[in-house]
């Protein structure tokens, strides 16, 4: 890393000498274009651990500053039912080797509900019972002994590393539920839960293009669906791009519109870094 460190700290006047820009890792089959990374958030973060909370999976990977991991990414299946005090003492046993190997000064966390102040106030896909505005960022930093620790809903959290900063951007995460973002000039706008908005029969997103829909409806049947959401959210936000990620987006088959492309689940973790940016979240401003 510590080539890395040099060019991000060499002087501006030295044009001539100054690095390639270093690709994006992991890029989308169909992304047009390699996100703009944007410099380090904060002098002196050296180690970040990054924590994706999918409904299937719990992820983590230690990553610096800028995004690149520093250890493998690390799985395990999401516990079911997960109350809060099961999935903190399922991600401590997960993140151990990590920690240990590149000790973190800071913790970022994507969870798939609705997140307010560090905070769940909601989580569909972990089960209904003690999931009400739990401080769930706090309970973990303290559990691991890591003061520094931000919580925003797990489609912002991969957004932060798909987006390009520039317009209105939207996010929409195809997992276990559906997710969803908006960014306006790299800025993380207010949170939309539209997993739970009504959009076809009396069925929400969830229920209409989620896993358990795609499996009952079947390939076609469940393209057609994306397809259709994906103009659904063009008249509603009339977005400048829109970037589907989370692990079914490599499962969709028809031509995605010139202003809509695919991003690796790997953005989830990668975004963890972002998190840190003081234009990242609004409330760090």
Same mark, same amino acid.
């Given at each position: ?166 317009? #209105?951007?939207?996010?929409?995460? *195809?997992?276990? $539920?559906? !997710?969803? /973002?908006?960014?306006?000039?790299? %800025? +993380?706008? @207010? ?44 008249? #509603?936000?009339?977005?400048?791009? *829109?970037?589907? $990620?989370? !692990?079914? /987006?490599?499962?969709?088959?028809? %031509? +995605?519109? @010139? ?27």
């Amino acid at each position: 890393m510590a080539n890395v460190k040099a060019a991000v700290k060499a002087p501006a006047k030295k044009a001539a000498k100054a690095p390639a820009k270093k690709p994006v890792k992991a890029a989308a089959k169909k992304t047009a274009k390699a996100p703009a990374r944007q410099s380090r958030a904060s002098s002196g973060i050296e180690n970040i651990l990054a924590i994706d909370i999918g409904g299937t999976g719990l992820k983590a990977a230690i990553i610096d500053a800028d995004g690149n991991m520093r250890t493998p990414r690390a799985r395990v299946a999401t516990p079911h039912p997960c109350p809060p005090a099961l999935l903190v003492e399922t991600l401590c046993t997960l993140v151990a080797p990590l920690v240990e190997a590149y000790p973190p000064t800071h913790v970022s966390i994507g969870f798939p509900g609705f997140v307010r102040n560090n905070r769940v106030l909601t989580a569909p896909h972990l089960g209904p019972d003690g999931w009400n505005d739990v401080p769930l960022a706090q309970m973990l930093g303290e559990r691991l002994g890591i003061p520094s620790v931000r919580m925003i809903n797990d489609a912002e959290m991969q957004g932060l590393a798909a987006i390009e900063g520039r317009g #209105l951007e939207f996010v929409m995460t *195809l997992g276990t $539920g559906v !997710g969803t /973002a908006m960014f306006r000039d790299g %800025e +993380l706008m @207010p949170h939309l839960e539209l997993a739970h908005h009504p959009v076809s029969k009396n069925h929400a997103y969830d229920e209409y293009i989620g896993d358990a829909a795609r499996r009952k409806a079947g390939k076609k049947r469940w393209n057609k669906r994306v397809e259709k959401i994906i103009g659904v959210l063009d008249s #509603l936000v009339h977005y400048d791009k *829109l970037w589907i $990620g989370g !692990g079914n /987006a490599s499962r969709l088959t028809f %031509e +995605l519109p @010139p202003n809509v492309a695919t991003v690796s689940n790997d953005r989830g973790i990668e975004g963890g870094a972002r998190l840190w940016h003081p234009r990242s979240v609004r409330e760090t401003r």
